[in-house]
T-cell receptor, first 112, second 115 residues
Framework: ETGVTQSPTHLIKTRGQQVTLRCSSQSGHNTVSWYQQALGQGPQFIFQYYREEENGRGNFPPRFSGLQFPNYSSELNVNALELDDSALYLC???????????FGPGTRLTVT | AQSVAQPEDQVNVAEGNPLTVKCTYSVSGNPYLFWYVQYPNRGLQFLLKYITGDNLVKGSYGFEAEFNKSQTSFHLKKPSALVSDSALYFCAVRDESGGYQKVTFGTGTKLQVIP
């Protein structure tokens, strides 16, 4: 198992609500990436934070936002939830943007 | 725009036989290529990467991958498959433009090793 932890494990929200997901990176890692993985699909890159600054973003709308803290842990915030946001949200940390990523177990979000 | 293709949804191979899981990519600059594995009810795990150097990259659990620039491919290989290799395999490419990162994963290939 990696040293990347995510909370909560599961979450059920109603359409239109807001949600915050949390990730603690592995010790020594300064880069965190977030992914959305729908059932049967590959992970879709949401964004990446490197030393508290966003340094990469995929094709997700602005209602997906994030933060990275001085200890390199991170949050993913999603506003105005839609049914299609139901997915497994994965956090991955690495020693830097060029390095391999170590994934957490994910947060399963269900939007009803 | 960068992309990754894994043309096979599933690969079946007999235990002890060599295996290949295919991946092709498209990026604007120099590619950083990765393979990850997802075992049932477990998270994604890093297998190996290519950044620069030798075209044959060795990774975890006896896996290796061959980078072919002319064919824009990065196929995953193993000389002798084990039943425990059965899992979902993802190829990924990282690209950078103006200091901004983007990572793209393929859709995954399910490897089934038959005893």
């Amino acid at each position: 198992e990696t040293g990347v932890t995510q909370s909560p494990t599961h979450l059920i929200k109603t359409r239109g609500q807001q949600v915050t997901l949390r990730c603690s990176s592995q010790s020594g890692h300064n880069t965190v990436s977030w992914y959305q993985q729908a059932l049967g699909q590959g992970p879709q890159f949401i964004f990446q934070y490197y030393r508290e600054e966003e340094n990469g973003r995929g094709n997700f709308p602005p209602r997906f936002s994030g933060l990275q803290f001085p200890n390199y842990s991170s949050e993913l915030n999603v506003n105005a939830l839609e049914l299609d946001d139901s997915a497994l949200y994965l956090c991955a940390s690495s020693r830097g943007p060029d390095y391999e990523q170590y994934f957490g177990p994910g947060t399963r979000l269900t939007v009803t | 725009a960068q992309s990754v293709a894994q043309p096979e949804d599933q690969v079946n191979v007999a235990e002890g036989n060599p295996l290949t899981v295919k991946c092709t990519y498209s990026v604007s600059g120099n590619p950083y290529l990765f393979w990850y594995v997802q075992y049932p009810n477990r998270g994604l795990q890093f297998l190996l990467k290519y950044i620069t150097g030798d075209n044959l990259v060795k990774g975890s659990y006896g896996f290796e991958a061959e980078f072919n620039k002319s064919q824009t491919s990065f196929h995953l290989k193993k000389p002798s498959a084990l039943v425990s290799d059965s899992a979902l395999y993802f190829c990924a490419v990282r690209d950078e433009s103006g200091g901004y990162q983007k990572v793209t994963f393929g859709t995954g290939t399910k490897l089934q090793v038959i005893p």
